[in-house]
């Protein structure tokens, strides 16, 4: 890479063609992980169901996975900087991800995989989906003029949820035309070359992103360095809270795919439907909880957020009626919002600006963390309740009580006040009883009182 250079005033035109095609290559490349998700890893635990493995396998592979995924992103601080650029590392990591979905292709063709297999191959999926995402988020601060960061951010968010759903729903309708016509594997099959396809996709637009005339892309040396600088212990508390209440999450979060495939015999359709209400309500209800954050504070959101979680899973014990369980997912998609945006906004607003990307992956692994452990307790507890009906409503019961008793910690939480940002999102997966699996979007945390016009692509 050629060393910074002075501009001239007759290079700014030059400098700004360069913003606008990488930010339209960075909206494709998040339309196209958007569909990714929704078509692919969104339905990997159906396709467990559809090969012949039983309910704990089916909820084990959508969480133990991403514990190993969370372990590797540790390990990505200390591998990074062997790399000559952010775009090299995030480009490998996308690659990675992008490959995991032609074993899986394979198998559904096949008609069979092993649960050893299977888990080994979703391993891969969020190595390749976690281990870049510190490195992305510093990639994206040189890439994305902080002017126009927070609106840029926003506008990207959306545009992936949007390819998200639109990928959720097809994919629905797919896998129930599948079945119909007595081909459900084969839909299987056509799903995951679909997702390899857009996540390739995503690979070729993140190499489109190319550094501005004056080299002040992709310094590859000062974001080694600031990755790698001593972690802050700001936010300890919370995450202490998030780790307990996530396990007592994870307990039932696992196994609700199953029970609505297994018990509830739901449909393709319906169990997208379901899905797709509380993703939708998650995302319309985010401004409101912006604005509410505004009035009364972070704190109060949190704690909004804190106490409509608790209910939530054990209202599945109540019926299986379709508008009772709409209800639910409509009240856990606005709940889950409202809990996730006061989480964020108060733990990393609390960190000192330079202290954020390395938080970041210390709570990113926490959380993958308590996913596991909480799946292997609801493993655990299904398996000693017998299965069935009763195992389910068991694990349901058991996560509402851990969430209640979670309050307590919460309690010793100093919430003080943080400045109210226009936080954006990427969104990882979705989950049938949390709405989505997902981090935030740092740079957008960063001078968002800068109300330039963004740039708009050609």
């Avoid at 467990?48 to 089916?58: F, I, Q, V, Y």
Wanted: glycine share 10%; charged share 10%.
């Amino acid at each position: 890479m050629p060393g910074p250079m002075l501009r001239k005033p007759n290079d700014h035109p030059r400098r700004t063609s360069y913003v606008q095609r990488n930010l339209r290559s960075s909206s494709l490349d998040g339309a196209s992980f958007g569909a990714m998700v929704g078509l692919g890893e969104t339905f990997v635990p159906a396709f467990a169901l559809a090969a012949g493995m039983g309910e704990t396998a089916a909820g084990l592979i959508s969480a133990v996975p991403v514990a190993a995924g969370g372990i590797m992103q540790l390990l990505s601080l200390r591998l990074f900087p062997y790399f000559r650029s952010e775009q090299q590392w995030v480009m490998l990591c996308a690659s990675i991800q992008a490959t995991s979905f032609l074993p899986l292709l394979l198998a559904a063709a096949y008609g069979s995989v092993s649960f050893p297999l299977l888990l080994l191959i979703m391993i891969v999926y969020w190595t390749g989906g976690l281990a870049s995402g510190a490195v992305w988020n510093n990639w994206m601060e040189k890439v994305v003029p902080r002017p126009v960061r927070a609106v840029y951010f926003a506008k990207r968010s959306r545009f992936q949820q949007q390819s998200t759903l639109l990928g959720l729903v097809l994919g629905g309708a797919l896998l129930e035309f599948a079945k119909t016509h007595d081909a459900l594997l084969a839909g299987f099959a056509t799903l995951f070359a679909a997702a390899a396809i857009f996540r390739y996709a995503s690979v070729g637009f993140l190499g489109a992103i190319r550094a501005y005339p004056d080299g002040s892309t992709l310094n590859r040396v000062e974001s080694a360095r600031s990755l790698n600088k001593p972690a802050a212990q700001t936010g300890g508390k919370l995450i202490v809270y998030l780790v307990f209440v996530q396990a007592f999450v994870q307990i039932s979060g696992p196994f609700f795919a199953p029970y609505m495939l297994e018990q509830v015999r739901m449909s393709y359709v319906n169990f997208v439907y379901f899905l797709a209400l509380a993703f939708l309500a998650r995302i319309l209800s985010l401004s409101y909880w912006g604005h509410f954050a505004r009035k009364f504070g972070a704190g109060t959101l949190m704690w909004v957020g804190a106490i409509a979680l608790v209910p939530l899973s054990a209202l599945w014990i109540l019926s299986s009626n379709y508008v009772w369980l709409s209800i639910i997912q409509l009240v856990s998609g606005v709940s889950w919002a409202a809990y996730e945006l006061g989480f964020f906004l108060l733990f990393f607003e609390t960190l000192p600006q330079d202290k954020r990307t390395r938080m970041l992956t210390y709570y990113n692994c926490a959380n993958t963390a308590a996913m596991l452990l909480g799946a292997l307790m609801g493993a655990g507890i299904f398996a000693i309740a017998g299965g069935g009906v009763l195992g389910y409503f068991i694990l349901f019961g058991v996560s509402s009580a851990g969430r209640l008793l979670g309050l307590l910690l919460l309690w010793r939480v100093e919430l003080t006040p943080v400045p109210i940002a226009h936080l954006a999102v990427r969104v990882l997966g979705i989950r049938p009883a949390t709405a989505t699996l997902d981090v935030p979007v740092l740079t957008t945390l960063e001078d968002q009182d800068n109300e330039s016009q963004l740039p708009q692509p050609g």
